[in-house]
């Protein structure tokens, strides 16, 4: 069976990122067909991108948090990455956990769940675009969350039902692609 990550998207204290992570968790785990694990950047510590060499040209990570991170992003097949929008991009947490690593990311498939006062879907736009160079390949099934119809307040998360379709779809995607390009890394 496949291992699927689901990453999150933003680091700040008051962020909400974690209540739409868990949701993408709780609906992955009535999935018998691949295991889903929920991976929290924040968890990581991850300082601020200092690398000296690129992570294309070298592993030999200089931060002892990148190296934790690089074996958490090994041992897995592909990922949802669940991401706000800020100023019409990914938050820059999550593009500093993208650029420490490449050989882990290569050749693993990924889902987007995105969110925001505009849905997201330019950060997600964002995103597809970045992880084209990590060789990350992106299905197109995304779900996209209104800060204003699926939050209340703009806090509290409470997606319309409509979504869990939609991220059971594009986990179908992500579980066959993983599979399918487990076998070019072996
Ligand atoms: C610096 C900043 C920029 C933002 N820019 C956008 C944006 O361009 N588009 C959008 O839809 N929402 C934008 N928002 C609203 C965020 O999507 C919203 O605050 C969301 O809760 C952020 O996710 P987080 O709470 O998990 O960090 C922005 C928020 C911040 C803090």
Known sequence: MVKIGIITGSTRDSRVNLQVAEWVKSIADRRTDAE???????????????????????QDYQAPEAKVWSEKISELDGFVF???????GITSGLKDAI??????????????????????????NNLRLILTVPKVATVGTQAALSLFTDFEEMRTFKPAPFHEETVQTMLNEVVAWSTALKTIRE
């Open 82 to 88: 669940v991401t706000p929008e800020y100023n019409k």
């Open 36 to 58: 889903f694990e929920l991976v929290d950047i924040k968890n990581y510590n991850l300082p601020k991108f200092n690398e000296p060499i690129p992570a294309i040209m070298s």
């Open 99 to 124: 650029d420490y690593l490449y050989v882990e990311w290569n050749n693993k498939a990924a889902g987007i769940v995105s969110y925001g006062s505009t849905l997201g879907v330019t950060a997600a």
